[in-house]
């Protein structure tokens, strides 16, 4: 299983960045997929997620600016950023939770490799 992620960059303040993130390989079903981001310095955390049926969670300080989707058919995912802040500066790591079996109905998360994201003021 890989996770390939893109769409980091550097942006000003206020502006945009969409994040992708493929899944590929020996895949039954994907549960649950999620959007993290280590800041300089500081601990990873979760900033959105999507469950397979299309319910989102989001952090609270990117409430109304960002948007996470999921297309099942394809295994992707995506994390639109509009409004971004310096303090939205970060590693980005997208996270799934899937079954490589049918038979086998225990999932197990994976990574894939963070994607920079550089919002300056």
């Known amino acids: 299983v890989q996770l390939q992620a893109s769409g980091g960059g550097l942006v000003q303040a206020g502006g945009s960045l969409r994040l992708s993130c493929e899944v590929s390989?020996?895949?039954?079903?994907?549960?649950?997929m999620a959007w993290y981001r280590q800041p300089p310095g500081e601990e990873r955390e979760l900033v959105a997620s999507v469950t397979r049926g299309g319910s989102t969670n989001y952090v609270d300080s990117v409430k109304g600016r960002f948007t996470i989707s999921r297309d099942n058919g394809k295994n992707t995912m995506v994390l639109q950023m509009n409004s971004l802040k310096p303090e939205d500066t970060a590693v980005y790591y997208c996270n799934v939770d899937l079954r490589v079996y049918s038979w086998n109905a225990d999932s197990q998360p994976y990574w894939g490799r963070g994607t920079q994201v550089t919002v300056s003021s």
């Open positions: 390989g020996n895949i039954f079903e994907i549960n649950d």
